[in-house]
């Protein structure tokens, strides 16, 4: 029996990616022919960077990873997966609390669309990292250097030393 061929969509708002969804990235691409990295267009105005920003940074980490592509998405996730013809959404775990709302989620997108949550715990050093976390550490000066790539913390930095957030 031929093996069958797996696209996986990774959605997130990702403002900044971190080591966190990196970890999840890698793991990810372990399980799928595909992983689409899927930069959500939020209504919250308090981004740092624009979902364009985004996906060229996160293009830019991920450029030597096979399988992998990054593309920014408006509305539902499921309604995006469809049109990509993904079978799996991917999501990392980083405490209990998340396995509460990613379970009811999880629950809601296959009743909705019949699509599968494949879930991937976040290593241990990455448990407590998200992006409003990064976000507020930068702002405050923090040293970010353990919890997201160099090139974003530089551009989090150009960002910030401008005076300015996106809306």
């Not at 093996?3 to 959605?11: E, G, S």
């Not at 990616?17 to 939020?42: P, Q, Y």
């Not at 364009?52 to 997966?81: H, K, N």
Request: aromatic letters at 8%; proline letters at 4%.
């Amino acid at each position: 029996m031929a093996r069958k061929f797996v696209r996986a969509v990774f959605p997130g708002s990702f403002d900044p990616i971190t080591n966190g969804h990196l970890d999840v990235i890698n793991r990810g691409i372990k399980l799928f022919d595909e992983l689409i990295i899927a930069v959500g267009r939020s209504p919250v105005k308090n981004q740092l960077f624009t979902p364009q920003e985004r996906v060229e940074m996160i293009a830019e980490i991920v450029a030597d990873m096979p399988g992998v592509s990054v593309e920014s998405f408006d509305g539902l996730t499921v309604e995006y997966a469809a049109k990509k013809e993904a079978h799996v959404i991917l999501r990392g775990l980083r405490s209990l609390t998340d396995v509460q709302y990613e379970f009811q989620l999880a629950m809601t997108n296959r009743a909705v669309a019949g699509i599968e949550t494949i879930f991937v715990m976040t290593s241990e050093q990455y448990g407590f990292t998200s992006s409003t976390l990064i976000r507020e550490v930068a702002t405050l000066g923090g040293d970010l250097s353990n919890l997201i790539p160099e090139s974003i913390r530089k551009r989090i930095q150009q960002r910030l030393n401008k005076g300015g957030r996106d809306t």
